[in-house]
């Protein structure tokens, strides 16, 4: 989302992306797992983490030199560039994981941390989904490589998956 006034319209342009889908991934969505949570009571919510470190190495080497509306808003206006603002990064990624967990904190049923750095997959996806674990491999990519390619078929395998 490029829109300059997102902070506004995510909400109303989040639902309507909604309609037909089974999962969502990536931003805006992390910002508003409150609101999905209250508008679907029974939906399922993962959690990826990792070290921060590693999260800040992602960021710096995706996002390094280039701001947009989505991370000024995350980060504040004058901070949608991730260059000159680590420990900002670095703590609103530490924050908002923890309150993520806070939130759910009574309900495990409906969060699942996932730590693929740590080798945590398919196992842990479908137990936490009530599905059977796929015959094939979990979809392990270093995101700095082709990128679309990889989160359209990781989409579209969720997709079968949920399916069963």
Do not use: K
Request: charged share 30%; proline share 7%; with cysteine.
């Amino acid at each position: 989302m490029r829109d300059p006034g997102i902070a506004g319209s995510a909400w109303a342009e989040a639902q309507r992306r909604l309609e037909g889908v089974d999962a969502v991934q990536d931003n805006p969505w992390p910002l508003l797992y409150r609101e999905l949570d209250e508008a679907h009571p029974h939906g399922r919510f993962v959690l990826t983490v990792r070290p921060t470190d590693d999260w800040w190495a992602s960021v710096l080497g995706h996002f390094g030199g280039r701001s947009t509306p989505m991370r000024e808003w995350i980060y504040g206006e004058g901070n949608g560039d991730p260059v000159g603002h680590e420990a900002l990064y670095r703590e609103r990624y530490e924050r908002h994981n923890a309150a993520v967990r806070a939130y759910f904190a009574d309900r495990p049923d409906t969060l699942l941390v996932l730590r693929l750095t740590e080798g945590e997959g398919w196992a842990e996806l479908c137990a936490f989904l009530g599905r059977p674990v796929p015959d094939h491999a979990f979809p392990r990519v270093n995101a700095a490589g082709p990128v679309t390619a990889v989160v359209n078929r990781s989409r579209d395998r969720a997709r079968r998956l949920l399916r069963r």
